[in-house]
């Protein structure tokens, strides 16, 4: 499917996010107002314990908001039912899973839980969603795999395909470059943007690779702290200084016009 409009699946409006602690309330960012485009890869940057994972975890359902709204595909987050909302968004998280002792296809066919039922029977079109789910991830060879011998970056693209198998318009991955070596890295984030141009997907993930995020992301959230999040194309926010500001540090240089992060060596000539 090509699809080279887009438009608004998920629009934020004076969202507060956070969690109880035993002290009471942590609010980790406060009157968050944007939105998250079909068609375009945006991507959420931020340090250590920012807060990254609980906005994805708040934008996902999994965790209550504390103020503001949450609009996605034209409905309140919170009018959704939970399996009705397993139908709108799929979720690939970046824990490695301990033991799975089933096939690549079978983890796959788990996506169309939401229509089947944990043990429900594929039917003839389920198990065509799941091939098609497969080999839009690049790995039809991998299928009848066990998937306990996969390598880490075969692991993520089985779980993308998973998530693909769910047919939501929206996917969400909190650090899915996580555990992978460098070609891997650029394979994923290259599938996850072909998901967005070709498939018309909404896609929103966490990443901690900046260099990546900053060559592939078609739009950039920066988390800071203080709750302030910034957003914008990351040429823009080089462009306003929001990069060099989040980047530099001692021996550590942005260079904007490149688009490129650079190492100052000590004592380098």
């Given amino acids: ?13 004076n969202l507060t996010i ?6 009471g309330i ?7 107002n944007a939105s998250i485009k079909s068609g375009k890869l945006t ?41 009705d909302l397993s139908r709108i968004v799929s979720v690939v998280l970046t824990s ?10 079978e983890i796959v066919a788990l996506g169309r839980t939401p ?22 991830a690049g790995i039809s060879h991998l299928a009848k795999r066990n998937a306990m011998s996969l390598s880490d970056g075969e692991r993520q693209k ?8 769910q047919q939501t318009p929206v996917i969400m991955l909190d650090e899915p470059t996580a555990f992978l070596d460098y070609p891997s890295k650029v394979e994923t984030m290259l599938l996850l943007t072909r998901l967005c141009r070709e498939e018309g997907k909404t896609i929103f993930m966490s990443s901690h690779d900046l260099e990546l995020v900053i060559q592939l992301a078609d739009i950039l ?36 016009e490149a688009m490129r992060i650079t190492v100052c060596k000590s004592g380098a000539d």
């Fill in 43 to 83: 991507c959420l940057v931020g340090t250590n314990g920012i807060g990254k994972s609980t906005l994805l975890r708040t934008l996902s359902g999994f965790q209550p908001r504390l103020g503001g709204s949450i609009v996605i595909n034209g409905s309140e987050l919170s009018g959704y039912t939970p399996r």
């Fill in 221 to 256: 959230w920066v988390m800071e702290q203080g709750g302030t999040i910034s957003v914008g194309t990351p040429k823009a926010l080089a462009d306003e200084g929001t990069l060099s500001r989040f980047i530099e540090r001692t021996g550590i240089m942005f260079d904007k």
């Fill in 158 to 165: 089985m779980m993308i395909a998973k998530a693909l198998a």
């Fill in 1 to 13: 499917m090509n699809n080279s409009n887009t438009s608004d699946t998920i629009r934020l409006d």
């Fill in 26 to 32: 942590r609010t980790v960012a406060k009157d968050i």
């Fill in 96 to 105: 490695r899973p301990s033991s799975i002792n089933f096939t690549v296809e």
């Fill in 115 to 136: 229509y089947t039922g944990f043990w429900g029977t594929l039917n003839d079109a389920d198990k065509e969603i799941v091939s098609e789910s497969i080999r839009l």
């Fill in 18 to 23: 956070g969690y109880k602690t035993h002290d």
